[in-house]
């Protein structure tokens, strides 16, 4: 948490060496010259003067992870102009004033890996000003900080590309400085190529960087052959167990399904559902309708949880039973079209989709719904991680999904597309 926001100089004078994180005052201002002094062992960085704990030493799949990127990455810039550095390597960022004598200095951070293009900005202390790419690697005790605290610090300072690694769910969140501000791109998921939009041909396969210890929990697909299915469009089905899930289904079978396993269509394939939502989903759900549903309360746009059928049509548009492949349930649907709305759900893409996610849904719902929504036009796509309580949003931009800055702890979430809608992102996981 970040200290007291009162600064002062501190009461150590410059001269003096410090071989304790003990004898300083971690609510107090402090600067490069005194960093650069400190001969203790425990890691710390320096952002706007206040001293940041960071871990003492990096555990096992951190580890392994920034190796293989590492590697990657390395082997990538052999021979070329830009060098790569990997933590410990000081990174020195200077303030407005772009004052960059010691005593001038008030943030030093170590990403876990940089890539600098300048060599003027290297010397033997490691780097003074902005690296072109910063890779963070998330583990439980860093998340808030690299999502937020850094994130605004590498963008403020011109960090022209950011990533933000996340072991835990095998997925790559790549951010792109655009006119000082970050565009978050689609995550980046195990089975996707990872490519830098900064350096063409750097570009890898995700799930090569995690290692197997990590494995998720299976997904629904079970294979893209499709097929008419061999069942008669009139049959009544009741038990999941009747159908073939490597064929092709249309919502006109879908509707006659009457067994108790949830599903969804897409394009087609059935992907199974959660067949009941944990009570830590159920819980940050509760809170996030009442926050929505209180919102739209008296206006023309309607909220709608899940169970709630939204039936997507092709690139046809064409919204007839059998010519609709897909059909979803969003855990949160803001529809503010009357004209979508009928007696077996949606029939049309929401103004705004909320999905929770959870270890089976992780990957649909940042792969494979992500696209879904972006190409049918759902406006804002908001993605809740109740394992590090983010909250991410996309917003549609000329027909594809803008990233803004993740939402985390203290931030006030604020809805670009409902100006209004807004609430403490920490409330929504208490």
Request: charged share 30%; with cysteine; net charge negative.
């Amino acid at each position: 948490m970040e200290p007291d926001k009162k600064v002062e100089e501190p009461s150590i004078a410059y001269g003096t060496e410090i071989t304790s994180l003990d004898q300083l005052d971690l609510t107090k201002l402090y600067s490069y010259a005194d960093y650069f002094k400190w001969k203790f062992r425990e890691r710390v960085e320096l952002i706007k003067g206040f001293i940041y704990k960071m871990s003492p030493a990096p555990g096992a799949v951190h580890q392994s992870v920034a190796l293989k990127l590492t590697l990657k990455i390395g082997l990538f810039f052999e021979g070329k102009r830009c060098r790569m550095f990997f933590a410990p390597f000081d990174v020195r960022l200077p303030d407005s004033k772009k004052q960059t004598d010691d005593q001038s200095v008030f943030t030093v951070v170590q990403p876990d890996i940089c890539v600098i293009c300048d060599p003027g900005k290297i010397d033997n202390r490691g780097c003074i000003g902005a690296p072109d790419l910063v890779i963070e690697i998330l583990s439980p005790g860093n998340s808030t900080r690299e999502m937020t605290i850094k994130f605004d610090l590498y963008e403020e300072n011109g960090v022209k590309e950011y990533w933000l690694v996340k072991p835990w769910d095998k997925t790559i969140l790549v951010y792109v400085l655009e006119e000082g501000k970050y565009i978050g791109l689609k995550p980046f998921t195990e089975d996707n190529e990872m490519a830098s939009p900064l350096f063409p041909g750097l570009k890898f396969k995700v799930g090569d960087i995690f290692i197997t210890s990590y494995q998720a929990e299976p997904e629904a697909e079970q294979g893209n052959i499709v097929s008419e299915p061999a069942m008669a469009y009139g049959s009544e089905i009741t038990s999941l167990d009747q159908l073939d899930v490597t064929k092709l289904y249309s919502y006109a079978d879908y509707f006659k399904w009457k067994f108790e396993e949830r599903v969804e269509l897409i394009k087609g394939i059935i992907y199974k559902m959660s067949p009941a939502p944990s009570p830590v989903h159920q819980l940050i759900f509760g809170v996030l309708f009442w926050e929505i549903q209180s919102f739209f309360k008296r206006k023309a746009c309607k909220v709608f949880a899940a169970p709630f059928d939204v039936r997507l049509p092709d690139s046809g548009k064409q919204t007839d039973d059998q010519l609709v492949f897909t059909v979803v349930q969003p855990d949160i649907s803001v529809i503010c079209d009357p004209g979508k709305i009928d007696a077996r759900g949606c029939i049309g893409p929401p103004d705004l989709v909320v999905e929770i996610l959870s270890p089976g849904s992780s990957k649909k719902d940042k792969e494979i719904k992500f696209g879904l929504y972006e190409e049918n036009g759902v406006k804002e796509y908001w993605l809740v991680e109740p394992a590090d309580k983010v909250i991410l949003v996309y917003v549609l931009k000329d027909g594809k999904y803008v990233g803004l800055k993740s939402f985390t702890g203290e931030d006030e979430m604020s809805s670009p597309l409902f100006a209004g809608l807004k609430f403490k992102v920490g409330e929504v996981f208490e």
